[in-house]
């Protein structure tokens, strides 16, 4: 077994989730507190990919990566960078993808937040920035943990989007889930099940010690 | 909230037992057909429906996941594939009626959306030409045929970096159409296809530079009473029928 | 210490359980005065707290505090809460639950600042030994001192307070209310407080102002509000609330609560009628003979 799609595949799914969680931690803020009328279109924008058949978000970000589309041209203008069949569209794609598992969560959990802990900041002299950083974010760290495993698991296990755009390039945008829907193609079912078997002991692992930290760290508290 | 009480749900349980009766089993001959056959297969739909009682019923998906889900006992009657391997191995795991027997040989082409430039083999070396595409060689006989045509003329080493795979025929056509590829290898019957006729430009490829793309098909064991077994015989021979031959070639393919 | 009145002219839309109201307050409090703010729930009175402390923008108003102008909505001057720097404590305490206490109360300390004011501030408030507990591992009256603590760290001269002693039982409210006055009496405070607890107001404060439906219905001294009558205020007054009584031929002995304590009045029955158990009274000491009012 060529171990390549399994290092891809984590690759992705932890550039994903590290670039996520800079993106939708202002995003989440701006959700949660907002008066904006405009709020819940951009809410119900996040949402679709939830929606979406990843084969048909895949189908409309390949037409727009395609360097005929002026979406795609202007990244490659830019940027020098073909967002279709490389790793970094790749990662634009998953961003995509897996917003609303990086966003909801966030946002729920700085909702959840009672508002009087960021006033009492606010009158203590500390500013908006200060506040978020040693206030809401320490208090929401099991909201932040969830969307942080929500995202990574969700990108791991991605892969119509990714089939449709990366083009199966072997190194570059061949992940572990294409590998094994190849395989299966090659009726080679003992190379399938072998990656199959491996991204499920990784990322069960994963889990399993994510949630134990979890409960060890934030154990329900009970007012003395 | 919804909150149904007994009389309601009685009412659903009846519906529900209503539209299960309703749904008779299926006499129709469902015909399990590789993506890039499907154009070519609807018009042989068509011709054979008109002097036929016998319906059909098409399913497209991909050689390899369909040779799966019939392994797994899907209920398909007859499996028109794009190349001979996945019929062989279906006939040798005991899943055909018959050995598989090959109906057209499909042909290989160089094709681009962009409709100012005919495409060349000479030209795929090119910096301008960034990405070329083509059907997975591991599991597509098109790919393998690509791979075979750019070993002959001696770049494919050259232009190694710039392939990118469809999953199947289709999803390679879909990367040439939007432009997504500069340019890549497709199936002469796609491109002769209603829906793509007349789009970018192409050209036929020696077929004496790649292996012969021979196409099979196979009619999948049925029990000795299944009354759709003579239906799916006689699509079956239908298939390689002159009216059927002349279908084919109209869509590129060689027939014997 | 200079004298800085609190002025404020406030017009603001709520939106309370009852439907639409529109607020508007103008009101001075005197330096170094304690202030109840009392009224049914839903007229405002939190969100007069909330701007106030500039947590709200009105829809237009003024308010001044000595020279300092904090608001005027004609000029579009507007400082923030942070600029504001009013000690504010809330309802809910507004702990935060991820810091000790100690931390809590020095959170407002930039880095590296001096932390005997901090420790000062935990002696006063008694609570040196429980400086590295959690916030949830405090009982409720715990909690509202570090809460007060925490609001005075940076020495404000203003001090709101939202209901701050209602979740807490009798004793601990009477002690806390000692803080409070200490505290006053020490920082010489400003302080505005939402109250609903007549016996607290009569404790504490200097002035009480009543509202409803976002307008100010009456304001004035404590004895001077809830009085029915309103006798010349000659001699102390003295707040209760009736526990029991007891007649007996014309006259009725009435246990009441009076500073904490149970206390037995012998009364002619004339003075007693509406003295029933539940009721509040201020008992006067008239030069001749004492006076019972008993409070709305």
Redesign the interface.
Request: proline share 5%; net charge neutral; charged share 20%.
């Given at each position: 077994m060529n171990p390549e799609p399994l290092f891809l595949t984590f690759k992705l799914a932890s550039l994903t989730t590290l670039l996520l969680f800079g993106f939708a931690l202002p995003l989440a803020y701006w959700l949660a507190y907002s008066r904006f009328r405009g709020k819940v279109l951009v809410e119900a924008v996040i949402g679709m990919p939830l929606v979406l058949p990843p084969s048909v978000l895949g189908?409309y970000l390949?037409?727009a990566?395609?360097?005929?589309?002026f979406f795609?041209d202007w990244i490659e203008e830019i940027f020098g960078l073909?967002l279709?069949?490389s790793f970094p569209g790749l990662v634009v794609a998953s961003v995509i993808y897996s917003l609303p598992f990086m966003v909801y969560p966030l946002q729920a959990g700085l909702q959840a937040l009672?508002v009087?802990?960021r006033?009492?900041?606010?009158?203590?002299?500390?500013?908006v920035w200060v506040t978020f950083l040693s206030?809401l974010l320490?208090?929401a760290k099991s909201a932040i943990l969830t969307a942080i495993v929500l995202t990574f698991a969700h990108t791991v296990g991605e892969f119509g989007v990714v089939?449709?755009?990366g083009?199966?390039?072997p190194g570059v945008t061949r992940v572990a889930s294409?590998a094994i829907?190849?395989e299966?193609?090659?009726?080679n079912y003992a190379a399938a099940n072998q990656y199959a078997l491996v991204l499920f002991v990784v990322t069960f692992a994963i889990l399993l010690l994510v949630y134990s930290v979890n409960n060890h760290l934030f154990r329900v508290?009970?007012?003395? | 909230m919804f909150i149904f009480s007994s009389r309601d749900l009685l009412l659903l349980f009846a519906a529900i037992l209503f539209l299960a009766a309703c749904s008779k089993p299926n006499d129709k001959v469902v015909v399990a057909t590789a993506a890039n056959v499907q154009f070519v297969i609807k018009e042989l739909q068509k011709e054979f429906e008109k002097n036929s009682d016998t319906r059909l019923e098409i399913v497209v998906g991909?050689?390899?996941?369909l040779?799966?889900q019939i392994r797994e006992g899907a209920p398909f009657d007859l499996f028109v594939s794009a190349d001979t391997r996945?019929p062989q191995?279906i006939y040798d795991n005991g899943g055909g009626e018959t050995a598989p027997k090959v109906y057209a040989r499909g042909a290989l082409v160089l094709w681009t959306?962009d409709s100012t430039s005919t495409p060349e083999l000479q030209i795929l070396a090119n910096p301008d030409i960034?990405?070329i595409?083509l059907a997975?060689p591991?599991?597509a006989p098109y790919g393998t045929a690509a791979v075979q045509v750019l070993e002959k003329a001696g770049i494919y080493e050259l232009v190694k970096g710039k392939?990118?795979?469809?999953?199947s025929i289709a999803?390679t056509t879909?990367?040439i159409a939007?432009?997504?590829?500069d340019v890549g290898f497709t199936a002469l019957s796609i491109v002769l296809s209603p829906e793509m006729k007349n789009k970018g430009r192409y050209v036929k490829l020696d077929s004496a530079t790649y292996a012969p793309i021979d196409q099979a098909a196979v009619l999948l064991k049925h029990s000795e009473t299944s009354p759709k077994r003579e239906k799916s015989q006689e699509f079956y021979d239908f298939l390689f029928s002159e009216k059927a031959k002349v279908i084919f070639r109209k869509y590129g393919y060689s027939v014997k | 210490m200079s004298d800085a009145p609190l002025d404020f002219q406030l017009r603001h839309d709520l939106r309370t359980a009852a439907g639409p109201v529109t607020m508007d307050v103008t009101l001075r409090l005197e330096s170094g005065s304690i202030t109840a703010l009392t009224g049914p729930s839903g007229v405002g009175k939190t969100t007069l707290l909330?701007l106030i402390?500039?947590?709200v923008k009105p829809q237009s108003g003024r308010v001044t505090f000595g020279e300092e102008v904090w608001l005027d909505s004609e000029k579009k001057i507007f400082l923030?809460?942070?600029q504001?720097?009013?000690?504010?404590v809330?309802?809910?305490y507004?702990l935060?639950?991820?810091l000790s206490v100690r931390q809590n109360v020095a959170?407002?300390l930039k880095k590296g600042e001096d932390q005997s004011h901090v420790d000062e501030l935990l002696r006063e408030v008694e609570l040196t030994q429980l400086a590295d507990r959690r916030p949830?591992?405090?009982?409720g009256g715990q909690q509202q001192r570090v809460a007060l603590a925490?609001?005075l760290?940076?020495r404000p001269r203003l001090l709101l307070l939202d209901e701050p002693l209602s979740a807490l039982d009798r004793a601990m409210r009477q002690r806390l209310q000692d803080y409070l006055l200490e505290i006053h009496q020490k920082h010489q405070l400003t302080i505005l407080l939402v109250t609903h607890d007549l016996g607290e107001i009569f404790r504490l404060a200097d002035r009480v102002v009543e509202m409803e439906n976002g307008k100010i219905k009456r304001q004035g001294m404590p004895e001077e509000v809830f009085a029915e009558t309103h006798t010349p205020a000659d001699g102390p007054a003295i707040y209760g609330e009736v526990i029991s009584r007891l007649i007996e031929n014309d006259i009725v002995t009435v246990q009441a609560l009076v500073d904490q304590r149970i206390h037995k009045f012998r009364l002619p029955i004339s003075q007693a009628t509406d003295l029933l158990p539940g009721r509040s009274f201020l008992l006067r000491y008239a030069v001749d003979a004492q006076v019972v009012e008993v409070l709305r």
């Amino acid at each position: 077994m060529n171990p390549e799609p399994l290092f891809l595949t984590f690759k992705l799914a932890s550039l994903t989730t590290l670039l996520l969680f800079g993106f939708a931690l202002p995003l989440a803020y701006w959700l949660a507190y907002s008066r904006f009328r405009g709020k819940v279109l951009v809410e119900a924008v996040i949402g679709m990919p939830l929606v979406l058949p990843p084969s048909v978000l895949g189908f409309y970000l390949l037409l727009a990566f395609s360097p005929n589309h002026f979406f795609g041209d202007w990244i490659e203008e830019i940027f020098g960078l073909r967002l279709v069949f490389s790793f970094p569209g790749l990662v634009v794609a998953s961003v995509i993808y897996s917003l609303p598992f990086m966003v909801y969560p966030l946002q729920a959990g700085l909702q959840a937040l009672p508002v009087s802990l960021r006033e009492a900041s606010y009158t203590l002299g500390k500013s908006v920035w200060v506040t978020f950083l040693s206030v809401l974010l320490p208090n929401a760290k099991s909201a932040i943990l969830t969307a942080i495993v929500l995202t990574f698991a969700h990108t791991v296990g991605e892969f119509g989007v990714v089939l449709m755009i990366g083009g199966n390039i072997p190194g570059v945008t061949r992940v572990a889930s294409v590998a094994i829907y190849n395989e299966v193609e090659a009726l080679n079912y003992a190379a399938a099940n072998q990656y199959a078997l491996v991204l499920f002991v990784v990322t069960f692992a994963i889990l399993l010690l994510v949630y134990s930290v979890n409960n060890h760290l934030f154990r329900v508290r009970r007012p003395a | 909230m919804f909150i149904f009480s007994s009389r309601d749900l009685l009412l659903l349980f009846a519906a529900i037992l209503f539209l299960a009766a309703c749904s008779k089993p299926n006499d129709k001959v469902v015909v399990a057909t590789a993506a890039n056959v499907q154009f070519v297969i609807k018009e042989l739909q068509k011709e054979f429906e008109k002097n036929s009682d016998t319906r059909l019923e098409i399913v497209v998906g991909s050689s390899g996941k369909l040779t799966a889900q019939i392994r797994e006992g899907a209920p398909f009657d007859l499996f028109v594939s794009a190349d001979t391997r996945y019929p062989q191995e279906i006939y040798d795991n005991g899943g055909g009626e018959t050995a598989p027997k090959v109906y057209a040989r499909g042909a290989l082409v160089l094709w681009t959306s962009d409709s100012t430039s005919t495409p060349e083999l000479q030209i795929l070396a090119n910096p301008d030409i960034k990405k070329i595409a083509l059907a997975n060689p591991e599991t597509a006989p098109y790919g393998t045929a690509a791979v075979q045509v750019l070993e002959k003329a001696g770049i494919y080493e050259l232009v190694k970096g710039k392939l990118v795979y469809g999953e199947s025929i289709a999803q390679t056509t879909q990367y040439i159409a939007t432009g997504a590829a500069d340019v890549g290898f497709t199936a002469l019957s796609i491109v002769l296809s209603p829906e793509m006729k007349n789009k970018g430009r192409y050209v036929k490829l020696d077929s004496a530079t790649y292996a012969p793309i021979d196409q099979a098909a196979v009619l999948l064991k049925h029990s000795e009473t299944s009354p759709k077994r003579e239906k799916s015989q006689e699509f079956y021979d239908f298939l390689f029928s002159e009216k059927a031959k002349v279908i084919f070639r109209k869509y590129g393919y060689s027939v014997k | 210490m200079s004298d800085a009145p609190l002025d404020f002219q406030l017009r603001h839309d709520l939106r309370t359980a009852a439907g639409p109201v529109t607020m508007d307050v103008t009101l001075r409090l005197e330096s170094g005065s304690i202030t109840a703010l009392t009224g049914p729930s839903g007229v405002g009175k939190t969100t007069l707290l909330r701007l106030i402390a500039g947590l709200v923008k009105p829809q237009s108003g003024r308010v001044t505090f000595g020279e300092e102008v904090w608001l005027d909505s004609e000029k579009k001057i507007f400082l923030t809460p942070q600029q504001r720097q009013v000690g504010l404590v809330f309802q809910d305490y507004a702990l935060f639950p991820h810091l000790s206490v100690r931390q809590n109360v020095a959170f407002s300390l930039k880095k590296g600042e001096d932390q005997s004011h901090v420790d000062e501030l935990l002696r006063e408030v008694e609570l040196t030994q429980l400086a590295d507990r959690r916030p949830h591992q405090l009982s409720g009256g715990q909690q509202q001192r570090v809460a007060l603590a925490r609001a005075l760290v940076l020495r404000p001269r203003l001090l709101l307070l939202d209901e701050p002693l209602s979740a807490l039982d009798r004793a601990m409210r009477q002690r806390l209310q000692d803080y409070l006055l200490e505290i006053h009496q020490k920082h010489q405070l400003t302080i505005l407080l939402v109250t609903h607890d007549l016996g607290e107001i009569f404790r504490l404060a200097d002035r009480v102002v009543e509202m409803e439906n976002g307008k100010i219905k009456r304001q004035g001294m404590p004895e001077e509000v809830f009085a029915e009558t309103h006798t010349p205020a000659d001699g102390p007054a003295i707040y209760g609330e009736v526990i029991s009584r007891l007649i007996e031929n014309d006259i009725v002995t009435v246990q009441a609560l009076v500073d904490q304590r149970i206390h037995k009045f012998r009364l002619p029955i004339s003075q007693a009628t509406d003295l029933l158990p539940g009721r509040s009274f201020l008992l006067r000491y008239a030069v001749d003979a004492q006076v019972v009012e008993v409070l709305r």
